[in-house]
């Protein structure tokens, strides 16, 4: 295939550059995105376990392991054991974490609506469209799962 018909590298371009947007707006309240999208999913999501929290960041149960340790010892989240399920850890917001969600989410929503004014309504719509077909058209290739999880 020539190099002006394939589409990774614009779509890998686009999201290099939102990551590193965000991971610039986050730097002065020293969060990373993936600890900023951890604190985004358990305010509308309080009590997720860390992986269920790591489906929905797009990240390995692993990665989000470090994620929520370093959001633990700021003091942004709690941890408790599932009242049913002893070997499942409950994570919520604190009242610190709530307010630096708040602070950020300025910040990513200043970003967001940078991308979002440069497209008319109607072109948004068909972005997310496009990107979901895709998505779709990756998964039903055959390849692995690479990147199946949902969630940012």
Not at 30 to 55: H, I, K
Not at 78 to 101: F, N
Not at 116 to 121: E, H, N
Request: positive net charge.
């Amino acid at each position: 295939m020539p190099a002006d018909e394939r589409l990774g590298f614009d779509i890998k371009r686009a999201e290099q550059a939102l990551m590193a947007a965000k991971a610039a707006a986050l730097r002065p309240a020293e969060l990373t995105v993936a600890q900023y999208a951890a604190l985004f999913a358990l305010a509308d999501n309080p009590g997720m376990s860390g992986a269920a929290l790591a489906r929905a960041c797009l990240v390995t149960p692993q990665a989000m392991t470090g994620v929520l340790k370093a959001l633990e010892d700021r003091g942004l989240v709690r941890r408790s054991p599932h009242p049913w399920h002893r070997h499942v850890l409950e994570t919520s917001l604190t009242e610190k974490g709530r307010a630096t969600l708040l602070r950020c989410d300025r910040e990513a929503v200043r970003i967001e609506r940078r991308i979002a004014d440069a497209l008319s309504p109607a072109e948004r719509h068909q972005l997310r469209d496009l990107l979901a077909r895709c998505v779709e058209a990756i998964h039903d290739s055959g390849q692995p799962e690479a990147g199946r999880r949902v969630g940012g």
